[in-house]
């Protein structure tokens, strides 16, 4: 069972993902370098998140608690970088988003296969972990497409993560007497 931190938290983290994806997938001008910096903002938010989770964690899970922790500096590791190097090229851009999704994906994959969680937080954890992962592997083979498929590609991922990060956090809200 999670506790109401990490509950919360969650439901931050969904609430920053439905948000970048509405940026994403509805501001068609949208260009490369407010996708960076919408991007980095969003990587940032979800570090800290895992961050935090991980240490409001310890005592909850000793098996994972530091893989949350791990997973949330490399993403802010990532949100950090992009911010100092606005500039960076788009393959570079292509690369770190891919990783941070692969890595981001595995990471749900890990923490809903090996935690004493409930089986419907269990799923929705997976479906994310898959979601994520297909995404990753999709933005790093095909970074031909990119343009508007690209970042709708991102949205869209935002889009359908976020509301299941959301389920998820709302799924475990205490019981209802």
């Known amino acids: 069972m999670l506790d109401q931190g990490t509950k ?18 509805f501001w068609p001008g949208l260009t490369i370098r407010t996708l960076l910096y919408l991007f980095a903002s969003f990587v940032l938010v979800v570090g800290l998140i895992n961050m935090m989770s991980g240490i409001f964690s310890i005592k909850t899970n000793p098996s994972s608690w530091y893989l949350k922790l791990l997973v949330g500096a490399l993403e802010l590791g990532v949100g950090v970088y992009l911010l100092r190097h606005p500039r960076v090229t788009f393959a570079t851009f292509i690369l770190l988003i891919g990783f941070s999704l692969i890595v981001n994906g595995l990471f749900r994959i890990v923490i809903s296969l090996s935690e004493k969680l409930p089986a419907t937080l269990k799923t929705m954890l997976l479906v994310a972990g898959l979601l994520s992962l297909v995404v ?7 970074p031909v497409a990119s343009g508007v498929a690209f970042v709708w590609l991102l949205g869209l991922f935002a889009l359908l993560s976020g509301p299941v990060i959301l389920a998820a956090a709302l799924e475990q809200s205490p019981a209802k007497k």
């Not at 931050?12 to 994403?24: K, M, P, Y």
């Not at 990753?136 to 095909?142: R, S």
Request: proline share 0%.
């Open 136 to 142: 990753g592997v999709v933005v790093l083979f095909q």
């Open 8 to 25: 919360n938290l969650m439901v931050f983290e969904g609430i920053a993902s439905i948000l970048f994806g509405v940026s994403a997938v």
